[in-house]
């Protein structure tokens, strides 16, 4: 079946440090990938997609790029805000089956 | 403005009580989830619907059931509540032609 593996967390970094959060996939078809952010309190809101193979999805700093090679759509932004301190979640669309699969979700806890 | 909305908000029951979410959402999607969110555990696929009239099943299912009778409208239902459905309830519509899911606020269900 259809699964999303994310690195563990909390990740805690300083200010205007560089970020990555490691996102792998299992599908058997072509799915469409995304990146969901949760603040406190509060449902969750996409942050960017990518709909296919070597798609770069990007949104408000954030990136990430669909690579089928790997099976891997990992985050990446070039310099975290105090603001960006959120759970973020990697999340999978199987068309075929309608199911939409979220990993575990990783906690980010940036530092003034 | 609502977009989706779920009641209620918070809820204590009984081991063996019963309860409905309702979820309702005003954007005419066709899709429907519902998932649970845990500590560790991410976001769980319990239910989810691709029309009025239709369910399915998600990746944990048991102990629950679920119902699309109007299309705005999907209802969680727990017939005998045990201590380990105690967790953060998220409903979800998604807009067919992004594939972006849109998330209620949450209901927070405690069984004691």
């Known amino acids: 079946g259809n699964s999303v593996t994310q690195m563990e967390g909390p990740v805690t970094l300083s200010e205007e440090a560089f970020l990555t959060i490691n996102c792998t996939y299992t599908a058997t078809g072509y799915p469409s990938l995304f990146w969901y952010v949760q603040y406190p309190g509060e449902g969750l809101q996409l942050l960017l997609k990518?709909?296919?193979?070597?798609d770069k999805g990007s949104n408000k700093g954030f990136e990430a790029t669909y690579r089928k090679e790997t099976t891997s759509f990992h985050l990446e932004k070039g310099s975290v805000q105090v603001s960006d301190s959120a759970v973020y979640f990697c999340a999978l669309y199987d068309s075929g089956t309608y199911k939409y699969i979220f990993g575990t979700g990783t906690r980010l806890k940036v530092l003034a | 403005n609502a977009g989706v909305t779920q009641t209620p908000k918070f809820r204590v029951l009984k081991t063996g009580q019963s309860m409905t979410l309702l979820c309702a959402q005003d954007?005419?999607?066709?899709?429907m989830y519902w998932y649970r969110q845990d500590p560790g555990m991410g976001l769980r696929l319990i239910h989810y619907s691709v029309g009025e009239g239709t369910t399915a099943k998600g990746e944990v299912p048991d102990g629950y059931n679920v119902s699309r009778l109007k299309k705005q409208n999907f209802l969680l239902g727990l017939e005998s509540a045990a201590p380990s459905q105690t967790s953060v309830y998220f409903c979800?519509?998604?807009?067919?032609?992004?594939?972006?899911?849109?998330f209620g606020e949450g209901s927070r269900l405690t069984v004691l």
């Open positions: 979800a519509s998604m807009a067919q032609f992004t594939g972006e899911l849109f």
């Open positions: 954007m005419n999607h066709e899709y």
């Open positions: 990518a709909t296919k193979a070597d």
